[in-house]
């Protein structure tokens, strides 16, 4: 090599490792170690720019759905919830007591939202008609690509099919919670002991009526504060002590509905009894539930029969106007055959639908789902269960516990948490921690209760005639129920009702629901 050239290659070399050792010293800078200048490269070209993926926008969700309050929430959750789902919610709550009419409007005129809120079974049961005309998205068999979806329970789901087929998710709720809440301190005063029985708890109710159980010298008392409510008031839970089935019942290898059985009688006699001795509010047929609260948190009444998850607000109310009261919750009533029963829910209170008139197609299906699915994560379903940690609850012993705000949590929590599909089993939200007795109690004998249930058996069955009128049938059963109870029929008037049930779609029912029930 001449001398040209080896200088050439000499050049060549040291030009190299100069630009080598600005690329070291410059990647090793302060100011490229978080500064804003760029880092130089090897090549004279601009290398390409490498862009950030670009955030997914929200999905936007209508939900419609009754509210159990007074007056609608504030959006402190809806906001926490569409930050965790990266959603944007419209809720329109509509209110509870005039939902059934808003819906079926609503449906009539194609307006329903993305996803609907039924009211509850009732409600679900006439809205059949419709998930079969094929309004509503069928949802079972794309449950298994949302892994939370697919903790629902199997057994609860299937209690919502409509012919086998899945279109709902399900708002659970325990199987059996129904109770009595009672005023252990009158039981004290009385030196009564804690009932065991149906006929001690009738007992019980006389003599909170006739004994001055408050100590004030005056007949102002009474034992039982019902209201018009067959099914959540105290009726059916007293039927379920004498072993009533639960709305069906199999007499003779065939399914028969609850009020044709003698144990229905004998509950009709049990609350006349009650009723005929002035042990309870003898309106209770045209008694509100407002007004039946107020009748016990008054400190006129001293038992309330239905669910003992409501001791906590009894208590609260209660002990406003009678601080010395002491509040107990009771379940595992043994009936006359010696054996304890109640009566249980599917397992759920209500249900979700999704129309096909918001929801065009499988696509926008599964964006809603996808909520969901994230609303049974346990961060997204404590806020929508208990609000937001620290302000609505804080957590002890690995339980929620409540502030004693409770105006707050009816305000801003409430309207959300009775739209959480799914229970703590399957969203992984906390359970309650509880300081108050009665409700310590009223959670250990719900867990006892789900021992001694009893099922309806048609809860997965469906009856076209029972979807078409069943709501309507049963106002003849209930009027006649209340009829015998307030004196106004005999056993014979009452049979009579039941013959005029048969006649006008009863019947039917019975022969759909046993053809099917064989299968």
Same mark, same amino acid.
């Given at each position: 090599?001449?001398?040209?050239?080896?200088?050439?290659?000499?050049?060549?070399?040291?030009?190299?490792?100069?630009?080598?050792? +600005?690329?070291?010293?410059?990647?090793?800078?302060?100011?490229?170690?978080?500064?804003?200048?760029?880092?130089?490269?090897?090549?004279?070209?601009?290398?390409?720019?490498?862009?950030?993926?670009?955030?997914?926008?929200?999905?936007?969700?209508?939900?419609?759905?009754?509210?159990? !309050?007074?007056q609608?929430?504030?959006?402190?959750?809806?906001?926490?919830?569409?930050?965790?789902?990266?959603?944007?919610?419209?809720?329109?709550?509509?209110?509870?007591d005039t939902?059934?009419?808003?819906?079926?409007?609503?449906?009539?005129?194609g307006g329903?939202?993305?996803?609907?809120?039924?009211?509850?079974?009732?409600?679900?049961?006439?809205?059949?008609? *419709?998930?079969?005309?094929?309004?509503?998205?069928?949802?079972?068999?794309?449950?298994?690509?949302?892994?939370?979806?697919?903790?629902?329970?199997?057994?609860?789901?299937?209690?919502?099919?409509?012919?086998?087929?899945?279109?709902?998710?399900?708002?659970?709720?325990?199987?059996?919670?129904?109770?009595?809440?009672?005023?252990?301190?009158?039981?004290?005063?009385?030196?009564?002991?804690?009932?065991?029985?149906v006929?001690?708890?009738?007992?019980?109710?006389? *003599?909170?009526?006739?004994?001055?159980?408050?100590?004030?010298?005056?007949?102002?008392?009474?034992?039982?504060?019902?209201?018009?409510?067959?099914?959540?008031?105290?009726?059916?839970?007293?039927?379920?002590?004498?072993?009533?089935?639960?709305?069906?019942?199999e007499?003779d290898?065939?399914?028969?509905?609850?009020?044709?059985?003698?144990?229905?009688?004998?509950?009709?006699?049990?609350?006349?009894?009650?009723?005929?001795a002035?042990?309870?509010?003898?309106?209770?047929?045209?008694?509100?539930?407002?007004?039946?609260i107020s009748?016990?948190?008054?400190?006129?009444?001293?038992?309330?029969?239905?669910?003992?998850?409501?001791?906590?607000?009894?208590?609260?109310?209660?002990?406003?106007? !009678?601080?010395?009261?002491?509040?107990?919750?009771?379940?595992?009533?043994?009936?006359?055959?010696?054996?304890?029963?109640?009566?249980?829910?599917?397992?759920?209170?209500?249900?979700?639908?999704?129309?096909?008139? +918001?929801?065009?197609?499988?696509?926008?299906?599964?964006k809603?789902?996808?909520?969901?699915?994230?609303?049974?994560?346990?961060? !997204?379903a404590?806020?929508?269960?208990?609000?937001?940690?620290?302000?609505?609850?804080?957590?002890?012993?690995?339980?929620?516990?409540?502030?004693?705000?409770g105006?707050?949590?009816?305000?801003e929590?409430?309207?959300?948490?009775?739209?959480?599909?799914?229970?703590?089993?399957?969203?992984?939200?906390?359970?309650?921690?509880?300081?108050?007795?009665?409700?310590?109690?009223?959670?250990?004998?719900?867990?006892?209760?789900?021992?001694?249930?009893?099922m309806?058996?048609?809860?997965?069955?469906?009856?076209?005639?029972y979807?078409?009128?069943?709501?309507?049938?049963?106002?003849?059963?209930?009027?006649?129920?209340?009829?015998?109870?307030?004196?106004?029929?005999?056993?014979?008037?009452?049979?009579?009702?039941?013959?005029?049930?048969?006649?006008?779609?009863?019947?039917?029912?019975?022969?759909?629901?046993?053809?099917?029930?064989?299968?």
């Open positions: 090599m001449n001398k040209k050239g080896f200088a050439f290659l000499l050049g060549t070399v040291m030009s190299l490792s100069m630009v080598l050792t +600005a690329c070291s010293s410059n990647n090793n800078s302060p100011a490229n170690n978080g500064g804003n200048q760029a880092t130089p490269t090897t090549s004279t070209e601009a290398s390409p720019e490498v862009s950030e993926p670009a955030a997914e926008e929200p999905t936007e969700i209508t939900i419609m759905l009754p509210l159990n !309050v007074a609608t929430p504030p959006d402190t959750i809806k906001n926490e919830i569409e930050k965790l789902t990266n959603t944007k919610l419209t809720y329109q709550f509509f209110p509870a939902y059934e009419d808003k819906l079926n409007t609503t449906l009539a005129t329903l939202p993305q996803v609907t809120y039924l009211k509850n079974q009732a409600t679900f049961v006439q809205m059949k008609g *419709a998930i079969r005309d094929g309004q509503f998205w069928e949802i079972g068999p794309l449950l298994s690509e949302f892994p939370n979806l697919n903790k629902l329970k199997p057994l609860i789901l299937n209690n919502t099919k409509v012919d086998g087929k899945l279109y709902s998710l399900y708002i659970g709720r325990p199987l059996a919670r129904q109770g009595i809440i009672y005023r252990k301190d009158w039981a004290d005063n009385l030196g009564l002991k804690t009932p065991e029985t006929d001690e708890v009738i007992a019980m109710a006389k *003599a909170f009526t006739e004994q001055d159980p408050d100590g004030d010298k005056k007949a102002n008392t009474i034992g039982l504060a019902d209201r018009n409510d067959l099914v959540y008031g105290a009726f059916k839970t007293i039927a379920s002590w004498y072993a009533t089935p639960n709305n069906w019942g007499k290898g065939k399914l028969e509905p609850d009020f044709t059985f003698p144990q229905y009688t004998a509950a009709m006699d049990a609350m006349k009894q009650i009723r005929d002035g042990a309870m509010n003898k309106d209770f047929a045209a008694t509100s539930k407002t007004d039946q009748l016990f948190t008054s400190g006129k009444a001293g038992l309330y029969i239905g669910s003992m998850s409501d001791i906590d607000s009894l208590n609260k109310d209660l002990i406003k106007n !009678v601080p010395t009261a002491d509040v107990d919750t009771l379940a595992l009533i043994k009936g006359p055959n010696g054996e304890q029963a109640t009566w249980a829910i599917p397992g759920y209170n209500n249900v979700v639908l999704f129309p096909k008139s +918001a929801i065009k197609d499988e696509e926008a299906l599964k809603v789902l996808a909520f969901y699915d994230k609303l049974m994560t346990p961060e !997204v404590n806020t929508m269960f208990w609000g937001i940690e620290g302000t609505h609850y804080t957590v002890e012993e690995g339980k929620a516990k409540v502030t004693e705000d105006d707050l949590i009816e305000r929590v409430k309207g959300f948490k009775d739209s959480l599909i799914g229970e703590a089993e399957t969203n992984g939200m906390y359970e309650g921690f509880y300081t108050l007795p009665g409700r310590i109690h009223a959670e250990e004998f719900t867990k006892e209760n789900e021992k001694i249930a009893i309806d058996p048609t809860a997965a069955l469906d009856s076209p005639t979807t078409e009128k069943g709501v309507e049938l049963q106002t003849l059963i209930t009027d006649a129920t209340y009829k015998y109870i307030y004196g106004e029929i005999d056993k014979a008037g009452f049979d009579k009702a039941v013959e005029e049930w048969k006649k006008r779609g009863g019947d039917k029912i019975i022969e759909e629901f046993n053809a099917v029930y064989k299968k």
